[in-house]
DNA sequence: CCGGTCAACTTGGAAC
DNA sequence: GTTCCAAGTTGACCGG
């Protein structure tokens, strides 16, 4: 049963999430499924913009009205500083070691997709050879070395997408095959958004913790209100935006309205006395 | 041995 | 058709 069933007190509560628009209405918040755009998977996610857009500031919000005032609470977290530290987190740098590894078996979609140019580079460029010690085609892991990592970051800090010739450029810069950058930078990528998963969903929770708490603390407020309700005179009992009163004769009306005979029927909209548009609407 | 990390890979969709 | 990128996966490697 709900709460309000039964008793037409003109009391609403509400619980809503507001962000900063301009923040929002590029990025949408998007709790999707992964097969918007990925059918091989049947795994959930929540999607949020590029960490660039996300949203800066969310104000999780919790209503109380009372026959047309209301009464809203807001929380709010700053986004930026939060994702900050995140982002901090992601600069830790790797323990270097063998920095020797073998080509894996580049696809044949691969070497389509390089212009011969690139793919000429690659070949010159690359620190692997194509075959391991025993001549196996299996991939070994390449760990880049501290120095590769951290230019390879503060490049990443500059723009997260590299353009062709960027990447070639740093490629070069590192020594290493411009799909050795490319593979970085979408990794690199991935993980940011990973992080920022993890944040948003954080901060989420937190929203949700605090507005359950000013959820029962309104419901609470509620019930106190009602029962003061119930304790005055009958024609005080109408909600507040039912009752006009007209300015001529002073006289308090109820509702006009034909469909609502009872005093405790809550008018479908709130409906407000202003004098200048509608003159003495009691009488 | 196991779980975490990360480079490299595959696939599919969007933009051109 | 080509290119780029996101999402998901694989497999090597490492530390506990």
């Known amino acids: 049963m709900g709460f309000d069933d039964g008793c037409n007190t003109g009391l609403v509560l509400g619980l809503g999430f507001t962000a900063t628009a301009a923040a929002l209405d590029q990025t949408p918040l998007k709790p999707c499924t992964t097969t918007d755009h990925d059918q091989r998977s049947k795994k959930t996610c929540?999607?949020?913009g590029p960490l660039?857009?996300?949203p800066t500031s969310f104000e999780p919000s919790l209503t109380l009205s009372l026959s047309g005032e209301t009464y809203q609470v807001t929380g709010k977290m700053d986004m930026n500083k939060v994702c900050e530290e995140a982002a901090a987190d992601l600069y830790r740098q790797p323990s270097p070691h063998s920095t020797v590894s073998s080509f894996s078996n580049a696809s044949v979609k691969r070497e389509r997709d390089l212009g011969s140019e690139e793919v000429e580079i690659e070949r010159l460029s690359s620190r692997v050879s194509d075959e391991d010690e025993d001549g196996s085609n299996g991939r070994k892991k390449l760990r880049l070395t501290k120095e590769q990592?951290?230019?390879?970051?503060?490049?990443?800090?500059?723009?997260?997408?590299?353009n062709p010739k960027?990447?070639?450029?740093l490629a070069k810069q590192l020594n290493l095959r411009p799909r050795q950058v490319?593979?970085?930078f979408q990794n690199r990528r991935a993980r940011t958004k990973l992080k920022q998963t993890e944040v948003d969903c954080e901060f989420l929770k937190k929203c949700c913790e605090s507005l359950t708490d000013e959820n029962r603390?309104?419901?609470?407020?509620?019930?106190?209100?009602?029962?003061?309700?119930?304790?005055?005179?009958?024609?005080m009992q109408l909600p507040a935006a039912t009752l006009t009163m007209c300015p001529s004769?002073?006289?308090i009306?109820?509702?006009?309205?034909?469909?609502?005979?009872?005093?405790?029927?809550m008018a479908p909209k709130p409906h407000f006395y202003n004098p200048f548009t509608n003159p003495s609407a009691a009488c």
Request: charged share 25%.
């Open 253 to 265: 009306g109820g509702v006009t309205d034909g469909a609502s005979k009872s005093p405790f029927t």
């Open 46 to 48: 929540l999607r949020f």
């Open 249 to 251: 004769c002073e006289r």
């Open 217 to 235: 603390r309104l419901q609470k407020e509620l019930q106190e209100l009602k029962a003061l309700k119930l304790a005055q005179p009958l024609y």
């Open 149 to 162: 990592s951290a230019l390879l970051e503060e490049s990443f800090k500059q723009h997260s997408t590299l």
């Open 182 to 184: 490319e593979v970085w």
């Open 166 to 169: 960027q990447k070639q450029a």
């Open 52 to 54: 660039a857009a996300a």
